[in-house]
């Protein structure tokens, strides 16, 4: 089955950490740039970072930028973002997606575009005392 599987939410206090993890299966992770996306109850998803794939390079949604990091492991086959001093707003479901090949990723941070793919169960994150 070709999917994602996101793993690493939970239940954290304003100002903590988690690391967010995304598993490719069924496919080769090397040959797709990779969205992170987020819905929260009420709200439309939205895309929170990308990350290209032969040059690595990385976008990030303003409210994120300095405290999420997104990397990439084509070994592991994984995707990861690491989320730093979160804050109550950061509460949602997180999702990781494919960008389709002939598409730029920055449109994950940038547009309305949504023919992404692989889409997996998604993660939950509560930043909450």
């Known amino acids: 089955q070709v999917q994602f599987v996101e793993s690493g939410g939970g239940l954290v206090q304003p100002g903590g950490s988690l690391r967010l993890s995304c598993a490719a299966s069924?496919?080769?992770?090397?040959?797709?740039?990779i969205g992170w996306f987020r819905q929260a109850p009420g709200k439309e998803r939205e895309g929170v970072s990308s990350?290209?794939?032969?040059?690595?390079?990385?976008y990030y949604k303003d409210s994120v930028k300095g405290r999420f990091t997104i990397s990439r492991d084509n070994a592991k086959n994984t995707v990861y973002l690491q989320m730093n001093s979160l804050k109550p707003e950061d509460t949602a479901v997180y999702f990781c997606?494919?960008?389709?090949?002939?598409?730029?990723?920055?449109?994950?941070?940038?547009?309305?575009?949504?023919?992404?793919?692989?889409w997996g169960q998604g993660t939950q994150v509560t930043v909450s005392t």
């Open positions: 069924g496919f080769t992770l090397d040959d797709y740039a």
């Open positions: 997606a494919a960008v389709p090949p002939n598409i730029h990723p920055i449109v994950v941070v940038t547009s309305t575009f949504d023919e992404y793919m692989y």
């Open positions: 990350i290209g794939t032969s040059d690595g390079r990385t």
